[in-house]
């Protein structure tokens, strides 16, 4: 199975990162294909909203050269999508607004080209908070189920831990647990 991890965290070293390191080594010990993207040392600029991908047809087509190529070509060979995110304001952070927006030119709805360049591929949000799950995440949540009906893809669901002792909340059992748990379930479900 092959992976592409997004960590949206500002922070190299944060909450973000602490979480996925159990995440990661259990996907590593099943030999599942990973590709990780910090997007705090990538530059994806904002999308321009111009259009112009909409028209290229059987690529992804923006017309500014940024990161974003590297990680749109990673998303369309990868089996499932991970979106690992601090909660900031009940949504993710701007780094990975900017993917998530610039995701637009994978799918060919509006203009001359046509098709779906990422189809059928899964995504799952593995998220940190400060207030409870439900609270600081849904929103999140709500929106990424909107955007795999609009861009047919498999929302897979996510796994969380609240921020309630700094980076010791996600290194307790329970958070390491918890996120090798998710990797398992991500692994044994089938699209």
């Given amino acids: 199975m092959k992976i592409c991890i997004l960590n949206g965290s500002p922070r190299l070293n944060g909450n973000t990162a602490e979480l996925l390191k159990p995440f990661l080594e259990e996907l590593a010990a099943v030999g599942a294909e990973t590709t990780l993207y910090t997007l705090a ?3 994806v600029a904002p999308c321009k909203g111009c259009y112009h991908c909409q028209d290229i047809q059987d690529e992804y087509g923006c017309f500014q050269q940024d990161d974003m190529h590297k ?8 089996d499932l999508i991970v979106l690992a995110t601090p909660i900031y304001t009940w949504f993710c952070t701007s780094e990975l607004k900017a993917v998530l927006d610039r995701m637009f030119g994978l799918a060919k709805y ?3 080209a046509k098709g779906n360049l990422v189809e059928g591929k899964r995504i799952a949000i593995l998220a940190t908070h400060g207030y409870d799950a439900a609270y600081a995440a849904d ?3 709500i929106g990424i189920q909107r955007m795999c009906e609009h861009y047919h893809l498999q929302y ?3 796994f969380s831990v609240r921020d309630v002792d700094d980076i010791a ?3 307790t059992k329970q958070a390491t647990s918890g996120a090798r748990d998710f990797a398992r379930y991500l692994l044994q479900k089938k699209a």
């Fill in 71 to 78: 990680i749109a070509k990673a998303m369309q060979e990868s």
């Fill in 156 to 158: 897979d669901g996510m």
């Fill in 169 to 171: 909340s996600f290194q």
């Fill in 41 to 43: 040392s990538m530059h």
């Fill in 139 to 141: 929103p999140f949540v």
């Fill in 110 to 112: 509006y203009r001359t």
